[in-house]
């Protein structure tokens, strides 16, 4: 349809997208939403006009209208998928719409509208087959398809006569589960932003909208919580069931029949309870949906209590324009870019309202102005600067040590996000391009400096790894850096960057990507650090650098 979309026809494909919302049929749902993000899809470059976006928002709407359960999970899918500042915001009101209509919070909304997908209380589906018969499992990140025999043996892959007898059924059960997936993804997301905003639930409504959903449970029971009762009682722990939970020593304790359940945050943690949890995750091997025993944390720092109302933490910083505002946008930011007709505006900023709290987080940029855009009229890159936040009732400026410590560290960890994924400094062809050898030394200071949050998480977590490793004979870990033996030479990466120095001169090694499948196999506690991924893989093809074959880093190795 939106191949042949034009200003002639528009109002009429609205009218009929607008027709398919009030039939209520929930399974128009899925070709709404990729018509949707069809028609704000640019023409004429990455930064051209959309095909139509009034038909995006009208298909948005009409998902909205359907008013069916799986409403709501496909405009998630569909927020997740488009980066139009336009379309979110009718998504967005889509939701809230959908909300209001039932008396709740976006948030209430939300997590009582999560699908179950026909499955039961453990999170599992079972499919009678020709032969045998197919499992769908859901854990505490993914789902999966699994093949059980006459025997109820489970098995790596289906018979050839089951694939073709049970054909039909088969691809039905694949869709499933791909329906399953796009739940899970939603649901780590919703979880993951539960973080930043101190809710508190019922021992009940926790036990009906969280632990005991088939696919929210599997997700609930890697997680840590904190149960509370008015006469001042706490509990932590990982739920093991209704009535009990798991602390962080492996206690087995009872959850008090009348708490008040809220999702843990190590921000409200000493540090000791902090390390603890960590350890304990780490010996029983459990992957949490979302980084939670091992998040960053900022705390206010002295040069911050001087500055009183703005943060220079994140100051300086060359970053990627485009690459930072699609992550912001993913973070519920809402980025004012810089551009070269924006005559007179000499920054850039995002903002993100903490709604609940009633502050507004401001983080600004500069362009970098003699870097002229090329394909969009963005500049390319920007300077970061301040950190700011405002009361959203009077726009006033807010002094650092009133803000609230949790949003707080969920505000900075957000602007750490931008500027360690999209720095020039995290490129490593970055000198090898030939890119404006000004920002040389800003590269090898972020590349080689000190280590961010993110990256002393990294060393806890590797401090606990490196030892299980089977090269954990030619590892150690240093203060910045993972140091490993190879046979041609010593290397040490950068525990920030994931950046390669070697022995004897400290010459730089450029590896651009290295998966070495061992580092894959490796338990990890969390799945969302694709850096600390790359050091582990590094690690073991360095490890054995007499076997690497790829030239383009055997002549690095052995120039002298």
């Known amino acids: 349809m939106t191949r042949y979309a034009t200003a002639g026809n528009e109002a009429f494909l609205c009218g009929v997208v607008a027709i398919a919302g009030l039939l209520g049929d929930p399974g128009l749902l899925p070709q709404l939403r990729r018509l949707a993000s069809k028609s704000v899809t640019v023409i004429g470059g990455q930064f051209g006009n959309p095909r139509s976006l009034r038909l995006a928002n009208a298909s948005a709407q009409a998902m909205a209208d359907i008013g069916a359960p799986a409403s709501i999970t496909e405009l998630l899918a569909l927020e997740r998928s488009v980066r139009h500042g336009t379309l979110l915001k009718q998504i967005r009101k889509a939701i809230d719409a959908l909300a209001a209509a039932q008396g709740m919070t976006r948030e209430e909304l939300l997590e009582r509208a999560v699908e179950t997908h026909d499955l039961d209380k453990d999170g599992e589906r079972r499919v009678s087959l020709s032969r045998g018969s197919a499992l769908i499992v ?51 997301l919703r979880l993951d932003g539960l973080m930043s905003l101190d809710r508190r639930w019922p021992l009940d409504d926790w036990r009906t909208w969280y632990l005991d959903h088939p696919i929210t449970g599997r997700l609930t029971r890697t997680l840590v919580w904190a149960f509370s009762t008015p006469q001042g009682d706490s509990v932590v722990g990982i739920p093991r069931d209704a009535a009990t939970a798991i602390t962080s020593s492996g206690l087995q304790v009872a959850i008090p029949l009348d708490a008040e359940v809220r999702l843990w945050h190590p921000i409200h943690a000493t540090a000791d309870e902090v390390r603890s949890w960590r350890a304990q995750l780490l010996e029983q091997q459990v992957v949490q949906p979302l980084k939670q025993a091992f998040r960053e944390l900022y705390v206010l720092t002295p040069a911050e209590e001087q500055t009183r109302v703005y943060s220079n933490r994140f100051a300086s910083h060359i970053f990627g324009q485009v690459q930072a505002r699609a992550l912001m946008k993913g973070r519920g930011w809402t980025p004012v870019a810089v551009a070269w007709w924006d005559d007179g505006i000499d920054h850039g900023v995002a903002r993100r309202t903490f709604a609940t709290a009633g502050i507004r987080a401001e983080f600004f940029f500069d362009p970098i102005l003699d870097h002229q855009p090329t394909a969009s009229d963005l500049y390319p890159y920007c300077t970061s600067d301040q950190v700011r936040f405002v009361d959203i009732h009077s726009d006033d400026s807010i002094e650092l040590a009133d803000v609230p410590p949790l949003i707080l560290t969920e505000a900075m960890r957000d602007v750490d996000l931008f500027v360690g994924v999209t720095s020039i400094g995290a490129d490593p062809e970055w000198l090898d391009r030939g890119a404006d050898h000004r920002f040389e030394a800003y590269w090898h200071t972020y590349g080689f400096g000190e280590l961010s949050a993110a990256g002393e998480i990294r060393r806890d977590v590797l401090e606990q790894l490196v030892p299980r490793l089977a090269i954990a004979d ?87």
Do not use: W
């Not at 969302?528 to 073991?540: G, H, M, Q, R």
């Open 138 to 188: 859901v854990d505490g990140r993914t789902a999966s398809l699994v093949y059980v025999d006459e025997n109820q043996t489970p098995r790596k892959s289906v018979p050839a006569d089951v694939k073709q007898t049970d054909a039909e059924t088969l691809a039905a059960i694949r869709g499933d589960l791909k329906a399953i997936r796009k739940t899970i993804a939603g649901e780590r």
């Open 474 to 560: 030619r590892c150690e870990l240093e203060d910045r850096y993972l140091k490993v033996r190879g046979d041609l030479r010593t290397y040490r990466i950068h525990l920030g960057s994931g950046n390669i120095l070697m022995s004897p001169n400290d010459q730089y090694l450029c590896i651009v990507a290295a998966r070495d499948p061992r580092a894959g196999k490796l338990f990890l506690p969390f799945d969302d650090d694709p850096v600390l991924s790359l050091v582990l893989s590094k690690a073991f093809l360095l490890a054995n650098d007499t076997g690497i074959k790829d030239t383009t880093i055997t002549a690095q190795i052995n120039r002298h």
